[in-house]
């Protein structure tokens, strides 16, 4: 559950969706089931949410530790610079400002020394199988050097099959896979920046990247327990330099924005918010912003569609402020309906007079022409909260001024 700034908030939200809830069942039966879909992507996303769960799995030396590092932008997981540092495989939650993800981390496969936190009792698999009994991952991501893409990987493929198998006994689902190849800012050449200027050594040295890919996926697909659960394999870099005091001295990271679209878009409902609003991934919030604007404004309409002249007033405007509360969620921010309601003052869309002659000149609309009327009415509340959404989007996610939000919100309520 997220912790908002206003408690009250997510009682308002909880109770906004049960009134559309209550109210869509006043319309036809086919319309129902299409707008309790969308009602489940609002439930989802803002009042079930959760830490997402990744199983990290992979040698030691592979970058396990860094990934996660550079997935939440910060120093979150301690990297084990000489020696093993994992202990026995244990679920731990990584905790930001933003939130948390739950981590299985597992001790290094194939490893040479005891770890740091080490249980002798457990083979690093036995450590790991009883965790997954334990909790069922939402994603397995198998961590691989660059340089060990065909170095003895065999041994790894063959534990991430006993995990993948394991995994799918204890819960009956196998979770998707990601292969990510690390240390890709240290292949050929190496004092070519991944973030340098384009030419020949930087275009080498992505070839080099390509291969690597290429040769691990290969790899996985020959697996028939592990091909058809690949969802991706992405070199990356996610060297980050943190000082003592927590700010970053060096930032190499290197498609870690990708990593985290393809992480969200394979995860379950229940999962993105949280991720969304942990990776600070632009593009990853805004595609979560647009899919509640859409489910929002989807709902509006057909409530905007029943044919009780004014009846739609308060559950649309209830609706809009926790569309407004979510985004502003997604991207940071506390989930506080006060903030909301002077995001939509600011638009003009308050609840003022103003706001409530429109809607009564939307409910008389469809009190003269019942059938014309709510279709009218429909496709306003449609288009209003659509331009709310593309609005709350522009000023909380991007980061635009308020003026920018009100001439998006302007032009696309027409």
């Not at 691989?144 to 689902?173: C, M, N, P, T, Y």
Request: hydrophobic letters at 45%.
């Amino acid at each position: 559950m997220p912790k908002p700034k206003d408690e009250d908030t997510v009682q308002m939200i909880a109770e906004s969706i049960k009134r559309l809830e209550a109210l869509i069942g006043m319309l036809p039966n086919d319309s129902v089931k299409a707008l309790r879909s969308q009602i489940s992507v609002l439930r989802s996303t803002l009042l079930e949410n959760r830490p997402p769960a990744f199983a990290l799995v992979g040698r030691r030396g592979a970058g396990k530790s860094a990934l996660v590092n550079a997935l939440v932008g910060k120093k979150v997981a301690e990297l084990g610079h000489v020696k093993a540092q994992t202990g026995q495989g244990k679920w731990f939650d990584v905790s930001t400002a933003q939130g948390s993800v739950r981590v299985l981390d597992t001790r290094g496969l194939q490893e040479g020394s005891a770890p740091a936190e080490s249980d002798e009792s457990k083979s690093p698999i036995a450590s790991v199988m009883l965790e997954l009994a334990r909790e069922a991952p939402d994603l397995i991501l198998f961590v691989v050097r660059a340089f060990d893409v065909d170095s003895a990987i065999d041994g790894d493929l063959d534990a991430l099959e006993q995990i993948v198998v394991a995994a799918e006994k204890s819960h009956k689902r196998a979770p998707p896979i990601f292969a990510v190849i690390t240390h890709a800012d240290l292949l050929e050449p190496r004092d070519q920046r991944l973030s340098g200027d384009a030419g020949p050594d930087l275009d080498e040295k992505k070839g080099h990247m390509l291969l690597a890919e290429r040769t691990l996926d290969e790899k996985i697909k020959t697996r028939h327990k592990l091909g058809h659960l690949l969802a991706e394999t992405l070199a990356v870099s996610s060297y980050m330099s943190v000082r003592a005091d927590g700010t970053v001295r060096t930032d190499d990271r290197y498609r870690i924005d990708d990593l985290a679209r393809g992480l969200f878009r394979k995860l379950p409902a229940e999962g993105r918010g949280m991720f969304a609003r942990m990776a600070k991934v632009e593009s990853v919030q805004a595609e979560l912003a647009t899919d509640l604007t859409r489910a929002t404004a989807t709902l509006c309409a057909g409530i905007a569609m029943i044919p009780i002249p004014i009846a739609d007033v308060f559950p649309i405007t209830a609706a809009q402020v926790s569309l407004v509360a979510g985004i502003a969620w997604l991207s940071g921010r506390p989930m506080d309906k006060s903030s909301a309601f002077e995001f939509l003052a600011a638009m003009g869309a308050n609840v003022g007079a103003a706001y409530a002659l429109r809607e009564a000149a939307r409910g008389l609309v469809k009190y003269v022409f019942p059938g014309a009327g709510s279709a009218v009415s429909g496709a306003v509340a449609f288009a209003g909260t659509t331009a709310l959404g593309a609005a709350a989007s522009t000023y909380f996610i991007k980061g635009q001024p308020i003026e920018v939000a009100k001439k998006i919100f302007k032009k696309k309520r027409v």
